[in-house]
């Protein structure tokens, strides 16, 4: 089993659409979680970190289950410029700066 | 630009031919990442430093691979014996954390094909 999982889409949305992407992790004792933004032939880039009690930058929400170990991504009114992979990073336990990648669910929005 | 730079972007070579790639962090982060990325995945976790200190390193690493950040700035990864398999971009990434994890900074990568 990978130690992240993710639909790897694609996922393809109107423009104004809402779109939830979700993530599983397998070590419960995993302690940071990140998602990323990667556009075509880019390097990643840190989208927001996703803390236990949930959080929202702008149109982003992230959440946390713990219980589940899942990870959630939610994009509303999504833009042309939204287009790209979302990739959900994991850190496998709490000492240790190490992260893991999912292998990212690819986003395409249509006007 | 006081970015991630690696060198060189692009680099062909035939199989059993031995590379490096160069890594430049962002000055005075102490943490330096490589990690590995073929088309339709995710980075790959290859290793990482805490200045000089290699403090993991993927059990997928074969020991044809090898990475050195000798005084804790630059780092280099080689690659012994290139196989087709190791054509991928090699990613390498920077960070100011010294305990957990946080934003790791990256590079625009370094492309290997190997013929």
């Known amino acids: 089993r990978k130690e992240v999982e993710q639909d790897p889409g694609p996922f393809n949305v109107p423009e104004g659409a809402t779109v939830a992407f979700n993530c599983t992790y397998s070590?419960?004792?995993?302690?940071?979680f990140f998602w990323y933004r990667q556009d075509c032939r880019k390097e990643p880039k840190l989208l927001m970190s996703?803390?236990?009690s949930g959080n929202e930058d702008g149109r982003f929400t992230a959440q946390l289950n713990r219980a589940s170990q899942y990870i959630s991504l939610l994009i509303r009114d999504s833009k042309l410029s939204d287009s790209a992979t979302y990739l959900c990073v994991v850190t496998p336990a709490s000492n240790t700066g190490k992260l893991i990648f999912g292998q990212g669910t690819t986003l395409q929005v249509k006007p | 630009d006081t970015g991630v730079s690696q060198d060189p972007r692009h680099k062909i070579t035939k199989r059993g031919q031995n590379v490096t790639f160069r890594c430049d962090p962002i000055s005075e982060h102490n943490r330096l990442y490589w990690y590995r990325q073929t088309l339709g995945q995710g980075p790959e976790f290859l290793t990482y430093?805490?200045?000089?200190?290699?403090?993991?390193k993927s059990r997928l690493l074969s020991d044809r691979f090898s990475a050195e950040r000798p005084k804790g700035s630059f780092s280099t990864l080689e690659i012994q014996r290139t196989e087709q398999g190791d054509s991928a971009m090699y990613l390498c990434?920077?960070?100011?954390?010294?305990?957990?994890?946080?934003?790791?900074?990256f590079g625009e990568g370094s492309r290997l094909t190997v013929l």
């Open positions: 430093f805490q200045n000089e200190a290699q403090l993991e």
């Open positions: 070590n419960s004792a995993s302690q940071s």
């Open positions: 996703v803390y236990s």
């Open positions: 990434a920077s960070s100011p954390m010294t305990g957990g994890a946080g934003e790791l900074f």
